[in-house]
């Protein structure tokens, strides 16, 4: 198997950041980012998450999701930090299966890996462009937790040490949720030779696959439970739980869909014309 060189990795990062940081597609990706947290942030900010914390807001959490997870992000927690991180959770697929779309989609198209390939590998390159991914969501989602912090210290009266625990561990929640989404567009982005065809594919295999789960789970809700793995939000209920054992819990089984449909990616990418 070729060598993977760190240096070369590390190069490949950079400029596919800078790169993403000024392409259409990650220009997009940030703006409909900022302007749909922006929107909410002002909702927030209004304390629009306080009636979460009483018992009616509580009953329609734990209706919509699970009691256990409705008391464990609104019992003790700041409200506005936990509405937070309900939304961004479920907008995680939304955001990251648009911003992941382009790691070698566009690139395949336009045959420009061929001015790569005499410098470096395609292993290189197919994992350069993940960490790439990788960095431009997770910058994203440190950054809105951090105002999401500073919001909750103002609106709900507390002080920055008492939420910073629980701003930590949402901030690693939603990266390590991220992951596995960005590993599934690295999958899809070597089979279709253009960034748009890539989320779109992306898109209906995870909207498909969730269509088949609510359909099949009326009659057989083992085999839905089971297809419902082939997908990164399975471990959606483990995240939402926002505690460090879950947490751990969730890198345990991360790991497994980014071998997974990093290996397939790879195994199709490594055998494609270039």
Request: proline share 3%; aromatic share 12%; glycine share 6%.
């Amino acid at each position: 198997m070729t060598a993977l060189r760190l240096a070369t990795v590390k190069v490949l990062v950079r400029h596919d950041v800078y790169y993403a940081l000024r392409s259409t597609r990650g220009l997009l990706f940030l703006v409909f980012f900022a302007v749909f947290w922006l929107w909410l942030f002002s909702k927030l900010a209004g304390g629009g998450a306080q009636w979460l914390a009483n018992p009616e807001g509580s009953f329609i959490i734990g209706w919509l999701f699970d009691p256990q997870i409705a008391k464990s992000l609104f019992v003790n927690r700041s409200a506005t930090l936990s509405a937070f991180f309900l939304l961004a959770v479920s907008t995680v697929p939304m955001f990251v299966l648009f911003a992941a779309s382009d790691q070698t989609a566009n690139d395949i198209g336009s045959k420009y890996l061929r001015f790569l390939t005499p410098r470096c590998n395609r292993i290189e390159i197919y994992v350069a462009r993940f960490i790439g991914a990788t960095v431009l969501v997770a910058g994203a989602y440190i950054a809105i937790t951090l105002i999401a912090t500073l919001m909750a210290v103002w609106v709900d009266q507390v002080s920055f040490v008492a939420v910073l625990a629980d701003a930590l561990l949402v901030m690693l929640s939603l990266i390590v949720y991220a992951l596995p989404f960005i590993a599934l567009m690295s999958l899809c982005s070597v089979v279709v030779g253009s960034a748009g065809l890539s989320a779109l594919v992306g898109i209906s295999v995870y909207v498909v696959v969730l269509v088949v789960v609510a359909v099949v789970g009326i009659n057989l809700p083992t085999v839905a439970d089971t297809v419902a793995y082939l997908i990164p939000n399975a471990t959606k209920p483990l995240v939402l739980r926002l505690q460090w054992s879950s947490l751990i819990q969730t890198l345990m089984i991360v790991p497994v869909y980014i071998l997974v449909y990093g290996l397939i990616g790879w195994r199709i990418f490594a055998r494609r014309d270039i």
